[in-house]
């Protein structure tokens, strides 16, 4: 089996789909990460696939290491990496579709045909304590369990005046009862110590599941500082990229919970590297995911494969706009999105949608 075309296609809310097709008439769907679509589209259809093209889908880790140290100058840590996971997911497609597996299976096998989800509620700046306690109330009614709150704050917002978090957080656990769990992502937002007493704060007076990203990504020794600090277990991951990241970040940065993204981190063939690091930490993994349905898709395929990935997963929820892309839907019920069962990554894409609704196809 032969690539023999890659085709990506920039929809208006900034999604990359990649397609690959192959010589023998089985093609693949992956998706990037929707940040910079236009640079991660141009390094995809100008730089990896002139790689691709002629390799054979089957041969996914020569073809991801070329794809990795060819261009290496363009740098692995961001863009490259991105552009990389989409043919990467697309790639797995093809061989769960040639295979007629669904990709689970093809990653060793299911310890879970199930992922628990909780609820993710991004504060936009200006939702008052109500509303942000009024959505929350209205998700525990729908039956979540588990709830998170992320501020936008933001690499290094620093001191925070009068921090918006600390009465929104109060209110939320005064209004959902003990039962719920509840997280908080502070998104790079705080100093170390700064960090550290809100969240011995919270500790104490909200109970925290688990506190996300409370320093900026990039300063690991600052993440360290408040993963010592705290009972509560630090989660971060979902800004690095390649396995030597997660390597330091493990080392450094010394969160509990590790959190890859597949539409960032380099698919699945880095994505099941990055899980043995994890295991052999001992750290469980919780994965990020903003993309509801491709990257979902891969998403569950991961976390059915991965012992550790047994924690509740973030879902953003059926989109109608994006559900209009494909011919089938993932399952979403009672708090569990269910591992897809069909071939591949299991989705079958409307093509003909997809391009009509594409912005730039290259
Ligand atoms: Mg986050």
Not at 43 to 49: G, S, V
Not at 113 to 132: C, E, F, L, M, N
Not at 204 to 215: K, S
Not at 298 to 319: I, K, N, P
Request: hydrophobic share 40%; charged share 20%.
């Amino acid at each position: 089996m032969k690539i023999t075309n890659m085709t990506t296609y920039l929809l208006p809310w900034g999604s990359l789909f990649i397609k690959l097709e192959t010589d023998e008439g089985i093609s693949g769907w992956g998706e990037c990460s929707p940040m910079g679509g236009h640079v991660l589209q141009a390094m995809a259809a100008h730089t990896l696939k002139p790689l691709a093209i002629g390799g054979n889908p089957f041969d996914v880790e020569v073809l991801w290491q070329k794809m990795l140290l060819s261009p290496y100058k363009l740098g692995p840590s961001g863009a490259q990496s991105e552009a990389i996971s989409g043919v990467d997911l697309a790639m797995w497609d093809i061989i769960g579709k040639a295979t007629n597996k669904p990709v689970h299976q093809l990653q060793g096998g299911c310890f879970r045909d199930r992922v628990p989800i909780y609820y993710s509620y991004g504060w936009d700046g200006k939702a008052t304590v109500d509303d942000v306690v009024r959505i929350m109330s209205s998700q525990v009614d729908q039956g979540f369990t588990v709830l998170k709150l992320r501020m936008n704050y933001g690499p290094l917002r620093g001191e925070i005046a009068n921090d918006p978090a600390i009465p929104m957080m109060k209110a939320i656990r005064a209004a959902v009862g003990d039962e719920v769990k509840i997280g908080f992502d502070a998104n790079n937002g705080y100093t170390a110590h700064k960090a550290i007493q809100v969240g011995r704060y919270l500790e104490e007076h909200v109970g925290l599941a688990w506190f996300e990203e409370p320093t900026p990504q990039y300063d690991y020794l600052a993440m360290a500082q408040v993963a010592d600090a705290l009972d509560t277990p630090v989660s971060a991951g979902e800004h690095e990229y390649t396995l030597w990241q997660f390597r330091d970040l493990l080392l450094h940065g010394r969160p509990d919970i590790l959190q890859p993204d597949l539409v960032k981190c380099g698919g699945f063939t880095e994505a099941k590297k990055i899980a043995a690091l994890c295991e052999a930490w001992s750290k469980p993994i919780v994965v990020h995911n903003t993309q509801p349905t491709l990257g979902t898709a891969a998403s569950l395929h991961f976390c059915a494969s991965v012992s550790g990935a047994m924690y509740h997963q973030e879902f953003t929820g059926h989109r109608a706009e994006l559900s209009a892309l494909f011919h089938n839907q993932l399952e979403f019920k009672d708090g569990y999105l269910y591992v897809p069962q069909g071939p591949g990554l299991g989705l079958e894409v409307n093509e003909e949608k997809v391009k009509e609704t594409a912005v730039s196809v290259i």
